[in-house]
């Protein structure tokens, strides 16, 4: 659902992005919450240097700046009643549209505009709470993953990860095919395998989109017994500027995974990873499992992405150096400065 009505938010104090990132980005929708994990108590978060509050009334989900506009109290301290939350410190209620509608120490005073909560658009999409902070008409621009509903899939989504590391680096090495064999040789990699073949990269009217096909298994390695001799592995990645991107991997037997990476911006140098997917092989296999193998490959990734100097994706072509198997990376570096940021 879309908030009645919702206010922008201005750059915040203490920014972490440079002059002009933070308003481009500002006007993009990302994921702040998975829907399950918000229940009967607020949840607080934050999005671009900017805190939020999450909450559930009888009327859906709601955003809104984690900001009591009476003395500055996050309203994640406080609790939901009926439909309306309620604030730690004074005990103000806010309507789920920002309105104050009580002041507890002078109940026969209607409170004004200027104690109105700042509440934000938002959709439910994925398992997932989605926002914008700086929303002309509270139209959310959202990826399509279709196969979310499509009744031939299982889908998945596994608990975020949170991450000391830019959200454009946690993207490029998720695109990255080339690390593979070196930070995921536990998982299913082997770095005697470690040839990336040539790949087409292309513009597409969405971003980018690379396809990788290569002998390297998707399997886990206690299961790539499994693997018909000779298979070829499949990958398609589906890159969504700024901080999404899709992997289709074809598994044998017509077997189909299809994965989308969100790394929310929670400030310059942070990222809050969510990770939907779906597949239409294995759909009463345990999901325990899916959540280990993937919680493995999030750790090996994030070991190096927490590491890299600069924190900031650079997003000149000469600012580091590159090889021919990093065509996807330096396609959505390019495509980033397209959409006027600077790194």
Known sequence: MTAPRHLRITRPRGCT??????????????????????GDKPVGTRLLDVKLVVYRTEQGLHVARDLCPHRGVPLSMGWVEGN????????LRFATDGRCTRIPAQPNVVPGDRFRATVLPVVERYGLVWTCLDSEDGIAVIPDFPEWTDPAFQPILC????MNAAPGRQVEGFIDVAHFAWVHHEAFADRDNSVVPLYKTRKTDYGV?????????????GLQHLEP?????????????????????????????????????????????????????????????????????????????????????????????HFAADRSSVAYRKALKELGLTG
């Open 159 to 162: 608990p975020p990860v949170s």
């Open 209 to 221: 989109q690379s396809e990788y096909i290569s002998n390297v298994s998707n399997f886990p390695k």
């Open 84 to 91: 309306e939350l309620v604030c730690a410190y004074h005990g």
């Open 17 to 38: 992005y440079p002059d002009g990132d933070w308003e481009v980005l500002a006007r993009r929708w990302f994921a702040v919450a998975r829907v399950q994990d918000i």
């Open 229 to 321: 001799e000779g298979f070829m592995w499949r990958r398609v990645f589906d890159i969504h500027p700024p901080f999404t991107a899709f992997l289709r991997v074809d598994f044998p037997d017509d077997g189909v995974l299809r994965i989308m990476n969100i790394a929310t911006p929670v400030s310059a140098h942070e990222c809050t990873l969510y990770v939907p997917l779906v597949r239409n092989f294995d759909k009463t296999g345990s999901l325990d499992d899916v959540y280990a193998f993937n919680a493995q490959i999030f750790a090996e990734d994030q070991a190096i992405v927490e590491a890299q100097s600069p924190e900031d994706l650079p997003l000149g072509v000469d600012d580091e150096a």
